[in-house]
């Protein structure tokens, strides 16, 4: 019995907006298609279980053909069906309200319109000109019945032949999409949407070589190309390690092997399921290119998953499975959903719990993997709050040793040698065990520990600690000579009388070799006999300033800044006693003339000043350039003019 008819009422809006906005997320109708096939195979199989069914249920597999002469793509199943009054209840009767303002609001989101309407089915007419329904209900003398739709508001729906229970969608695929008629295109994504759908879903058969053909022909059998039973939702007691790297390696064919695994796994107060691995990154390019990805009941659905998961967790690979996460909505929807905010605080304590357990279970293990995890647990320990008051017990700092410590255990052990004479804890660090190498060693002299603070995240960590640590500091090695590093009484004085000082100070200024956007300040200090003559230092604050600089766009005031480096000459080196006997015999007191006086004004006293001429003097020449090739400042001609010299003193 033929029947026409309209489809619901504002449907006049749903399909210029399901053609024209959706346009970029169009592949997703895929998804749709093959999710409805698989609720309804597994609603068939519910019912087999629950003995409703009248006979069997037999193969479900949910097949996906391709007819490119005909011009349509099909999905077929052999789920529960529908009889001609289940089409009108649930295909032609789109009952929604304010319909037209959600549109409005979400037109370039067609995840929203398709979850809020619930029109997955009509998602196929993004790429169809025509969609066919042929159905035949699993009830007992059911009639199949075929509806047809050309995009418009108009349906047709008769009865026609079909021997099998279940559904076949018939799309025939508009003109200017008939990328969706190539076999590799559907390949894709089905790979991508549904590779562990739970009802076994093909496409094409499986082929083999054929040793008289000399080719690969089809078999019999036909291609699943999906898991049914993904390994997140098996038991976690009834899986091996190697299971999980399985899984991974299936997840990212081109990664390393994962440090390590959390199988989450909560029905309450929501249901979540899924595998977050812990990644081995080796390039920055590592974090981005894989992700998390996001399943609704096994069907893909996205692997954006910021908002879902904290964000220093999205850094993390694996599968998060929700049945309750509202995916279909927009993003800032999700971000204020109780329910959501909810599975992101479970997934941070459920992390930083198994963090714990492997620190407390293994320490020895967790060292060996922190130098890989650092990143991520720094990070999370940075961006929030609750997960640094977590992790501070068990995340580490490492010493230049290549020893590791908790915080606490730091902290006792450079408590007593490390104090300075205001009560600050001074926490010594080196950024590069090779460039910082003398002052990490005389640093070590003196029975201070130095940490190795090299990871990208370190220079934020340093400003983390110096907030949450009491009294504390952080000072890098080279950011003043040994004595003051860490003041422990009032500094003695050089001895140098104040003429002498400065006439050693003009010697060695005069001598210095020039460094673009680098300026030197020189000091004398008596630093014993065995301490070098010449220490280059850079002060921690302009350190600091400039290392923000880079990073932040807007701070490039102190970027252009020269580099200010200290150049302390050693007062009680031999070869400084010499330079200083050298320069007084050539230092002359100077007067420099006060400018003429403007009308009326009194002629100003002439200012005294010493001049040391001790031009190119091969020992202050060489002091100079050993200290700069030290700290890795001497190069191109400074360098070779150095290599020239030092060949002419052997
Ligand atoms: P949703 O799946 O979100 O309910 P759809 O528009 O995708 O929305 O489908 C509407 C309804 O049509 C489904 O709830 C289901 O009852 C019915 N349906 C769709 N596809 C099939 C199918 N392959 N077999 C049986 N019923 C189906």
Same mark, same amino acid.
């Given at each position: 019995?033929?029947?026409?008819?309209?489809i619901?009422v504002?449907?006049?809006?749903i399909?210029? +907006?399901?053609?024209?906005?959706?346009y970029?997320d169009?592949?997703?109708?895929?998804?749709e298609?093959?999710?409805?096939?698989?609720?309804?195979?597994?609603?068939l199989?519910?019912l087999?279980?629950?003995?409703?069914?009248?006979?069997?249920a037999?193969?479900?597999t949910?097949?996906?053909?391709?007819?490119k002469?005909?011009?349509?793509?099909?999905?077929?199943?052999?789920g529960?069906? /529908?009889?001609?009054?289940?089409?009108?209840?649930?295909?032609n009767?789109?009952?929604?309200s304010?319909a037209n303002?959600?549109?409005?609001?979400?037109?370039?989101?067609a995840n929203?319109?398709i979850?809020?309407?619930?029109?997955?089915?009509y998602?196929?007419?993004?790429?169809?000109?025509k969609?066919?329904i042929?159905?035949?209900s699993?009830?007992?003398?059911?009639? &199949?019945?075929?509806?047809?739709?050309?995009?418009?508001p108009?349906f047709?729906i008769?009865e026609?032949?079909k021997a099998d229970?279940?559904t076949?969608?018939?799309?025939?695929?508009?003109?200017?999409?008939?990328?969706?008629?190539?076999?590799s295109k559907?390949?894709?994504l089905?790979?991508?949407?549904?590779k562990f759908?739970?009802?076994? +879903?093909?496409?094409?058969?499986k082929?083999?070589?054929?040793?008289?053909?000399?080719?690969m022909?089809d078999?019999d059998?036909?291609?699943?190309?999906?898991d049914?039973?993904?390994?997140w939702?098996?038991?976690?007691?009834d899986?091996?390690?190697?299971?999980?790297?399985?899984f991974y390696?299936?997840?990212?064919?081109?990664?390393?092997e994962p440090?390590?695994?959390?199988?989450?796994?909560v029905?309450?107060?929501?249901n979540?399921?899924? +595998? =977050?691995?812990?990644?081995k990154?080796?390039?920055?390019f590592?974090i981005?290119?894989n992700?998390?990805?996001?399943?609704?009941?096994q069907?893909?659905?996205?692997?954006s998953?910021e908002?879902?998961?904290?964000?220093?967790?999205?850094? =993390?690979?694996?599968?998060i499975d929700?049945?309750?996460i509202?995916?279909?909505?927009?993003?800032?929807y =999700?971000? %204020?959903d %109780?329910n959501?905010?909810?599975?992101?605080?479970?997934?941070s304590?459920?992390?930083?719990d198994?963090?714990?357990s492997?620190?407390?279970?293994?320490?020895?293990?967790?060292e060996?993997?922190?130098d890989?995890?650092k990143i991520?647990i720094?990070?999370?320990?940075?961006?929030?709050e609750?997960?640094?008051?977590?992790?501070?017990?068990f995340a580490?700092l490492?010493d230049?040793?290549?020893?590791?410590? $908790?915080?606490?255990?730091?902290?006792?052990?450079?408590?007593?040698?490390?104090?300075?004479?205001?009560g600050?804890?001074?926490y010594l @660090?080196a950024q590069?065990?090779?460039?910082?190498y003398?002052?990490?060693?005389?640093?070590?002299?003196?029975g201070?520990?130095?940490?190795l603070?090299?990871g990208?995240?370190?220079?934020a /960590?340093?400003?983390?600690f110096?907030q949450?640590?009491e009294?504390?500091r952080?000072?890098?090695?080279?950011s003043?000579?040994?004595d003051r590093l860490?003041v422990?009484?009032?500094v003695?004085?050089?001895?140098?009388a104040? !003429?002498?000082k400065?006439?050693? %100070?003009?010697a060695f200024?005069g001598?210095l070799?020039?460094i673009?956007k680098t300026?030197?300040?020189?000091d %004398?200090q008596?630093?014993?006999? $065995?301490?070098?003559?010449?220490?280059?230092t850079?002060?921690?604050?302009?350190?600091? /300033?400039?290392?923000m600089? !880079?990073?932040?766009?807007?701070? &490039?005031f @102190?970027?252009?800044?020269?580099d200010? /480096?200290?150049?302390?000459?050693n007062?009680d080196?031999?070869?400084?006693k010499?330079?200083l $006997?050298d320069?007084?015999? +050539?230092?002359?007191?100077i007067?420099?003339?006060?400018?003429?006086?403007k009308e009326?004004?009194k002629k100003?006293?002439?200012?005294?000043?010493?001049?040391?001429?001790l031009?190119?003097n091969?020992?202050?020449?060489?002091?100079?350039?050993? &200290?700069?090739l030290?700290?890795?400042l001497l !190069?191109?001609?400074?360098?070779?003019k150095f290599?020239?010299?030092?060949?002419?003193?052997?």
């Amino acid at each position: 019995m033929a029947q026409k008819g309209n489809i619901g009422v504002t449907t006049e809006n749903i399909f210029p +907006v399901i053609k024209k906005f959706l346009y970029s997320d169009h592949e997703i109708f895929l998804r749709e298609i093959v999710s409805n096939a698989v609720d309804a195979s597994q609603k068939l199989r519910t019912l087999a279980t629950k003995g409703e069914l009248q006979g069997e249920a037999g193969d479900l597999t949910v097949k996906v053909s391709v007819n490119k002469e005909a011009g349509t793509l099909t999905v077929s199943d052999r789920g529960i069906g /529908m009889t001609e009054e289940e089409i009108d209840k649930y295909i032609n009767q789109i009952a929604f309200s304010g319909a037209n303002d959600f549109l409005d609001k979400y037109k370039e989101d067609a995840n929203a319109i398709i979850g809020h309407f619930g029109l997955g089915f009509y998602s196929s007419f993004m790429v169809s000109k025509k969609v066919e329904i042929i159905t035949k209900s699993w009830r007992e003398g059911s009639k &199949a019945v075929k509806w047809s739709c050309d995009g418009s508001p108009e349906f047709s729906i008769e009865e026609c032949d079909k021997a099998d229970r279940g559904t076949d969608i018939v799309m025939y695929i508009d003109d200017d999409c008939k990328d969706f008629l190539e076999s590799s295109k559907i390949k894709e994504l089905l790979n991508k949407y549904c590779k562990f759908l739970a009802i076994p +879903v093909a496409f094409g058969k499986k082929s083999k070589w054929d040793d008289k053909e000399k080719k690969m022909v089809d078999t019999d059998e036909d291609d699943v190309i999906n898991d049914t039973t993904p390994l997140w939702t098996k038991k976690p007691a009834d899986l091996k390690d190697e299971d999980y790297k399985e899984f991974y390696r299936k997840l990212y064919p081109m990664s390393d092997e994962p440090l390590f695994w959390i199988h989450l796994n909560v029905d309450y107060p929501f249901n979540l399921t899924g +595998v =977050l691995y812990f990644p081995k990154v080796k390039t920055n390019f590592d974090i981005q290119k894989n992700k998390i990805q996001l399943y609704c009941n096994q069907v893909f659905v996205t692997d954006s998953v910021e908002g879902i998961v904290p964000e220093f967790l999205t850094l =993390l690979h694996g599968v998060i499975d929700s049945p309750d996460i509202p995916l279909n909505v927009s993003r800032s929807y =999700l971000q %204020s959903d %109780s329910n959501v905010k909810k599975i992101s605080t479970y997934i941070s304590k459920k992390v930083s719990d198994r963090l714990k357990s492997l620190f407390t279970q293994d320490r020895k293990d967790f060292e060996q993997k922190w130098d890989d995890i650092k990143i991520f647990i720094n990070y999370g320990m940075l961006s929030d709050e609750g997960f640094y008051d977590k992790a501070k017990s068990f995340a580490l700092l490492k010493d230049t040793e290549g020893k590791y410590f $908790t915080y606490d255990e730091y902290q006792t052990l450079i408590k007593d040698n490390q104090t300075d004479k205001d009560g600050n804890l001074i926490y010594l @660090y080196a950024q590069d065990k090779q460039d910082q190498y003398s002052y990490i060693e005389a640093a070590q002299k003196k029975g201070y520990s130095v940490l190795l603070l090299d990871g990208q995240l370190d220079p934020a /960590m340093v400003g983390m600690f110096e907030q949450k640590f009491e009294k504390s500091r952080f000072t890098r090695v080279d950011s003043d000579i040994i004595d003051r590093l860490i003041v422990k009484e009032d500094v003695k004085k050089s001895e140098l009388a104040e !003429r002498d000082k400065t006439i050693l %100070s003009k010697a060695f200024q005069g001598n210095l070799p020039k460094i673009d956007k680098t300026e030197f300040m020189v000091d %004398s200090q008596a630093l014993g006999e $065995t301490a070098a003559p010449v220490i280059i230092t850079q002060s921690e604050y302009m350190r600091r /300033m400039k290392d923000m600089a !880079r990073l932040q766009p807007g701070m &490039a005031f @102190y970027g252009d800044m020269p580099d200010m /480096m200290n150049l302390v000459l050693n007062t009680d080196h031999p070869l400084i006693k010499k330079v200083l $006997t050298d320069a007084q015999a +050539v230092a002359v007191d100077i007067e420099i003339p006060a400018p003429e006086p403007k009308e009326g004004e009194k002629k100003a006293e002439p200012t005294k000043d010493i001049k040391v001429e001790l031009k190119d003097n091969k020992i202050v020449s060489q002091l100079i350039d050993l &200290a700069l090739l030290q700290n890795g400042l001497l !190069r191109g001609e400074a360098l070779n003019k150095f290599v020239q010299r030092s060949v002419e003193l052997i």
